[in-house]
């Protein structure tokens, strides 16, 4: 019932920006948090940051200062602005969302990835 919809990835120079947008639709009760997580080449899937709806967000330490995780707006679309890009960024990215929808649970939904490939 629910969809995220990922965009904004692409082949980017180091150094370079790029922002990625997920947005959530269907029929959404509530929002309670959301997060990007990316999948570098042979690697687990990571978090990258995150908010929640207490207005907290957090980053993992190697994009702290770089990348910037927005709440979602009132169309229920957030956003990841990458800065600075380097080529250990270089990854699938995820949006993930934890929400209710449709009177149903509360659970957790997935994003299709978008790719992210930073090189010179």
């Known amino acids: 019932q629910v969809q995220l919809m990922e965009s904004g990835g692409g082949l980017v120079q180091p150094g370079g920006s790029l922002r990625l947008s997920c947005a959530a639709s269907?029929?959404?009760?509530?929002?309670?948090?959301m997060a990007w997580y990316r999948q570098p080449p042979g690697k687990q899937r990571e978090l990258v940051a995150a908010?929640?709806?207490?207005?907290?967000?957090n980053y993992a330490d190697s994009v702290k200062g770089r990348f910037t995780i927005s709440s979602p707006n009132t169309k229920n679309t957030m956003y990841l602005q990458m800065n600075t890009l380097k080529a250990e960024d270089t990854a699938v990215y995820y949006c993930?969302?934890?929400?209710?929808?449709?009177?149903?649970?509360?659970?957790?939904?997935w994003g299709q990835g978008t790719q992210v490939t930073v090189s010179s």
């Open positions: 993930n969302a934890d929400l209710s929808a449709g009177s149903g649970p509360r659970g957790y939904v």
């Open positions: 908010w929640s709806n207490s207005g907290m967000t």
């Open positions: 269907g029929s959404i009760d509530n929002i309670y948090a």
